[in-house]
C-alpha cells in the first residue's frame, strides 16, 4: 500500500556526484533500467513466494485468528496502517541510502516483508469468499502496470509534476481511510477503491517517468522500490474491486 510519497526522491544523496539516468550515456542508462525492472521483477517474485509460503505453512485457523486480529476492529487496523508506514517511510530511507548497498537492500527487503504482512488478511478473505479473484487481480495489475509503463517508455514524456497532486491525493485518501475507521456509516466502497485504482496508476507513470530522467543510474534499488509500491497499491484495490464484485465487501 502506498498513499504518500518523497517529491523528490532521486534527489536524496546517493552519489551526489552520478548523473541522472537521462544524462547518462546510452550504456549506463540502458543498465539502469534494466537493474531497476529486474529488482522489480525479483521484488515481486520475493513477495508472491512469501505469500504462498505462508499460506502454505500457516494453520488456516491461525491466518483466520490474524485476518480478525489485524481487521477486527478499527483501532487494529489503524495500528496496523500506522506501522506499516513507519517500516515504509524507514525503508524507503535505507533504499535511498548512500551509506552502502547492502542498506538499499535492506530497505527493498524490509518493504517487501511489510507489504506481505498487511496484504495477509486481504489474501485471506480473497482466497475464502472470492476464488479466482487473486490470480483475475494478477493479470489485471500486470495488464495495466506493462501499458502504463509502455506509454511512458514510448513517449519519453516526464511525469515528474504530478508528484505534488499525487501526494495531495494520497493524504486525501488517507484522511478518508481514518475517517472510514472512525465513522463506520462512511461508504468507502467501489467508488473509493476505483479512485485508488487512478491513483495507483498516475503513480505508475510518475515512477517511470522518474527512472527514465530523475533517478541517478546507481538508484536501481530505490527506483524498484517505487515502482514495487506502485504495483502493490493497484493490486491491493484492483483485488478489493473484485472482492466486492463477488458479494464480499
Known amino acids: 500500500m502506498k498513499y504518500m510519497q518523497d517529491n523528490n526522491p532521486y534527489q536524496a544523496g546517493i552519489g551526489a556526484n552520478i548523473q541522472s539516468a537521462a544524462l547518462a550515456d546510452e550504456w549506463e542508462r540502458t543498465t539502469f533500467?534494466?537493474?531497476?525492472?529486474?529488482?522489480?521483477?525479483?521484488?515481486?517474485?520475493?513477495?508472491v513466494f512469501l505469500e504462498t509460503l505462508i499460506?502454505?505453512?500457516v494453520p488456516e485457523a491461525t491466518l483466520d485468528n490474524m485476518m480478525r486480529t489485524m481487521m477486527g476492529g478499527r483501532w487494529n487496523w489503524l495500528i496496523v496502517l500506522g506501522a506499516f508506514m513507519?517500516?515504509?517511510?524507514?525503508?524507503?530511507?535505507?533504499?535511498?541510502s548512500s551509506a552502502s548497498a547492502s542498506m538499499q537492500y535492506l530497505g527493498l527487503g524490509a518493504y517487501i516483508v511489510a507489504e506481505a504482512v498487511?496484504?495477509?488478511?486481504?489474501?485471506?478473505?480473497?482466497?475464502?469468499?472470492?476464488?479466482?479473484?487473486?490470480?483475475?487481480?494478477?493479470i489485471m495489475t500486470a495488464v495495466v502496470f506493462t501499458g502504463l509503463t509502455a506509454v511512458v517508455l514510448t513517449t519519453k514524456a516526464d511525469f515528474s509534476w504530478m508528484g505534488k497532486y499525487l501526494a495531495l491525493a494520497g493524504i486525501a485518501a488517507l484522511g478518508l481511510i481514518i475517517c472510514g475507521c472512525f465513522f463506520q456509516g462512511?461508504?468507502?466502497?467501489?467508488?473509493?477503491?476505483?479512485?485508488?485504482?487512478?491513483?495507483?496508476?498516475?503513480?505508475?507513470?510518475?515512477?517511470?517517468?522518474?527512472?527514465?530522467?530523475?533517478?541517478?543510474?546507481?538508484?536501481?534499488v530505490a527506483a524498484s522500490l517505487a515502482l514495487f509500491a506502485s504495483v502493490a497499491l493497484l493490486f491491493w484495490y484492483i483485488l478489493q474491486i473484485l472482492i466486492s464484485l463477488s458479494g464480499r465487501d
Open 33 to 47: 533500467i534494466r537493474r531497476t525492472y529486474t529488482h522489480l521483477l525479483g521484488a515481486i517474485g520475493v513477495f
Open 55 to 57: 499460506f502454505t505453512m
Open 186 to 220: 462512511l461508504p468507502l466502497g467501489m467508488w473509493f477503491s476505483g479512485a485508488m485504482v487512478v491513483l495507483a496508476a498516475g503513480y505508475i507513470l510518475y515512477d517511470t517517468s522518474n527512472v527514465l530522467h530523475h533517478y541517478r543510474t546507481n538508484q536501481h
Open 118 to 138: 498487511i496484504f495477509v488478511p486481504l489474501l485471506y478473505i480473497a482466497q475464502k469468499f472470492a476464488p479466482g479473484a487473486i490470480q483475475a487481480a494478477g
Open 86 to 96: 513507519v517500516v515504509s517511510w524507514v525503508a524507503r530511507s535505507w533504499a535511498q
